[in-house]
T-cell receptor
Framework: SAVISQKPSRDICQRGTSLTIQCQVD?????MFWYRQQPGQSLTLIAT?????????ESGFVIDKFPISRPNLTFSTLTVSNMSPEDSSIYLC?????????????FGPGTRLLVL | GESVGLHLPTLSVQEGDNSIINCAYS??????FIWYKQESGKGPQFIID?????DKRQGQRVTVLLNKTVKHLSLQIAATQPGDSAVYFC??????????FGKGTMLLVSP
């Protein structure tokens, strides 16, 4: 499985500010994804981070609110912009790697965000 | 037995019992399914997966069963241990590598 790290691991932010979350993988991967997990809830896909092109966003998520960068095959960032308390969540990156029956997604440890 | 918590259904078992966690998926076109385990303060951890051309797959102490007729997936954990206490999520892949996650079940194992 991939070794995936995220920074920061947690943060407390004031409303109206922005936070950039980093995701680093130990080897090159084609597919990287960003998810949100609201308190006590399941995971919801925000977007697929594409290397060399704009991210592909899921319904309900927009680039202005969640800009994503993917400068190379081992790194991606997700920015949560103009934060409100409703953005308090765990933000997770995942990568697709060989494992199990086929290529599958492995997750980072998550970034726990609290917006006051 | 099972109970419904504020956010997640909960399964409480005794150490050594077998646990069965169920999941109903939504898309009949989904062709790949994964079970993840998420411990408190951690990201989801891959447990086991199954392709739609199979109805059963076994790992170490875990078995996944797939019933495509009723769109049902289950995870069986043999000889459940306190370290198995976590939230378990099923996920389905209906194409383009994107996963759709189920609501999750909290497993509580009492020593």
């Amino acid at each position: 499985s991939a070794v995936i790290s995220q920074k920061p691991s947690r943060d407390i932010c004031q409303r109206g500010t922005s936070l950039t979350i980093q995701c680093q993988v130990d080897s090159q991967v084609t597919m990287m994804f960003w998810y949100r997990q609201q308190p006590g809830q399941s995971l919801t896909l925000i977007a697929t981070a594409n290397q060399g092109s704009e991210a592909t966003y899921e319904s309900g998520f927009v680039i202005d609110k969640f800009p994503i960068s993917r400068p190379n095959l081992t790194f991606s960032t997700l920015t949560v912009s103009n934060m409100s308390p409703e953005d308090s969540s765990i933000y997770l990156c995942s990568v697709e790697r060989e494992g199990g029956s086929q290529e599958t997604q492995y997750f980072g440890p998550g970034t726990r965000l609290l917006v006051l | 037995g099972e109970s419904v918590g504020l956010h997640l259904p909960t399964l409480s078992v005794q150490e050594g019992d077998n646990s069965i966690i169920n999941c109903a998926y939504s898309n009949s076109a989904s062709d790949y399914f994964i079970w993840y385990k998420q411990e408190s303060g951690k990201g989801p951890q891959f447990i086991i997966d199954i392709r739609s051309n199979m109805d059963k797959r076994q790992g170490q102490r875990v078995t996944v069963l797939l019933n495509k007729t009723v769109k049902h997936l289950s995870l069986q954990i043999a000889a459940t241990q306190p370290g198995d206490s976590a939230v378990y999520f099923c996920a389905e892949n209906s194409g383009y590598s994107t996963l759709t996650f189920g609501k999750g079940t909290m497993l509580l194992v009492s020593p």
